[in-house]
């Protein structure tokens, strides 16, 4: 079974990676697959939920932080030394690398499980923009594998994660039964 889902694994990687690889996306993939691109949009956010936001700005970048606290050494610290899943830029041959090479480990994907994590506590406090949320969340992990440094299930694994300890910590302010 296991050979079986990462023979399926490796086709949709080899189909998103190499298939629809195109001069479009090897401009436009590496920026948005680079932690540094995010670094000022989050910034910017925060500064402005916690000014203008109101008391529901300040529980939304509270929920986040917490969230993306738990996700991010979650994923880094215990689930990817657990699978040790080889990348599939050091795994496979072929690979449409447009990023420098990795070697860290594959499985989940941090950047998927952040921005997953991130999208569901900013959609539980603003649902009018969570198409926003949510797009980002998919073109970002979708992104990973176009620059050929994840496998599909990878940022499948990583979008779960980062939903469950998004929903973690809502759950926890519904429990309480704050007000915003």
């Given at each position: 079974?296991?050979e079986?889902?990462q023979h399926?694994?490796t086709?949709?990687f080899?189909?998103?990676?190499?298939?629809?690889?195109?001069p479009?996306?090897?401009?436009i993939?590496?920026f948005?697959?680079?932690?540094?691109?995010?670094i000022?949009?989050?910034?910017?956010?925060?500064?402005?939920?916690?000014w203008?936001?109101?008391?529901r700005g300040r529980w939304?970048v509270?929920?986040?932080?917490l969230?993306?606290?738990?996700?991010?050494?979650?994923v880094t610290?215990?689930?990817?030394?657990?699978?040790?899943?080889i990348?599939?830029c050091?795994a496979?041959?072929?690979?449409h690398l447009i990023?420098?090479?990795?070697?860290?480990?594959?499985?989940?994907?941090a950047?998927?499980?952040?921005?997953f994590?991130?999208?569901?506590?900013?959609s539980y406090?603003?649902?009018?923009?969570?198409?926003?949320?949510w797009s980002?969340?998919?073109?970002v992990?979708?992104s990973?594998?176009?620059?050929g440094v994840?496998?599909?299930?990878?940022?499948?694994?990583?979008?779960?994660?980062?939903?469950?300890?998004?929903a973690f910590?809502?759950?926890?302010?519904k429990k309480?039964?704050?007000?915003?």
């Amino acid at each position: 079974m296991f050979e079986y889902l990462q023979h399926i694994d490796t086709s949709l990687f080899v189909f998103f990676n190499q298939t629809l690889a195109n001069p479009v996306f090897d401009v436009i993939m590496p920026f948005i697959t680079n932690k540094k691109t995010w670094i000022p949009v989050w910034l910017i956010t925060v500064i402005l939920l916690v000014w203008k936001g109101g008391k529901r700005g300040r529980w939304a970048v509270l929920m986040a932080l917490l969230a993306f606290g738990l996700t991010d050494p979650l994923v880094t610290r215990i689930l990817k030394p657990l699978f040790h899943r080889i990348r599939p830029c050091n795994a496979l041959d072929g690979v449409h690398l447009i990023v420098h090479k990795s070697r860290g480990l594959s499985l989940p994907s941090a950047h998927a499980a952040n921005f997953f994590a991130l999208a569901t506590v900013f959609s539980y406090f603003y649902r009018r923009f969570q198409w926003l949320f949510w797009s980002l969340a998919v073109l970002v992990a979708y992104s990973r594998i176009a620059v050929g440094v994840h496998y599909p299930f990878d940022v499948l694994a990583g979008a779960m994660v980062g939903i469950i300890c998004g929903a973690f910590w809502i759950l926890i302010l519904k429990k309480r039964k704050i007000q915003f």
